[in-house]
Nanobody, 122 residues
Framework: VQLEESGGGLVQAGGSLRLSCVAS???????????MGWYRQTPGRERELVAT???????NYADSVKGRFTISKDNAKNTGFLQMNNLKPEDTAVYFC??????????????WGKGTQVTVSS
């Protein structure tokens, strides 16, 4: 399974970006995706949770992004989104997509994307 992120870039403070994450498989099957999420990391710091969403649309956000970021998912297209509004310089980081993917009802594995850079200038 490959998780491919897109949508990162350079934006001024107060601006918006929308990240996308598409889960695709060269062989095998994606039975379901119970959870998708976004994490971010800056140099010298541990990767931190930004937001997660379950297959029944239950969401969870880091306190630092509540009210500014919105996570969503298109189950039919195995795609997740992160809408980021009112961006701040401290949001600058590499953003990683994460997904728990079931290949069958009894086999689940976690995957990470390679990351997309988000840079917010002041």
């Amino acid at each position: 399974v490959q998780l491919e992120e897109s949508g990162g870039g350079l934006v001024q403070a107060g601006g918006s970006l929308r990240l996308s994450c598409v889960a695709s498989v060269a062989s095998g099957n994606i039975f379901s995706i119970p959870t998708m999420g976004w994490y971010r990391q800056t140099p010298g710091r541990e990767r931190e949770l930004v937001a997660t969403i379950t297959s029944n649309s239950r969401t969870n956000y880091a306190d630092s992004v509540k009210g500014r970021f919105t996570i969503s998912k298109d189950n039919a297209k195995n795609t997740g989104f992160l809408q980021m509004n009112n961006l701040k310089p401290e949001d600058t980081a590499v953003y990683f997509c994460h997904a728990d993917i079931r290949h069958s009802p009894n086999y689940e594995y976690e995957y990470w994307g390679k990351g997309t850079q988000v840079t917010v200038s002041s």
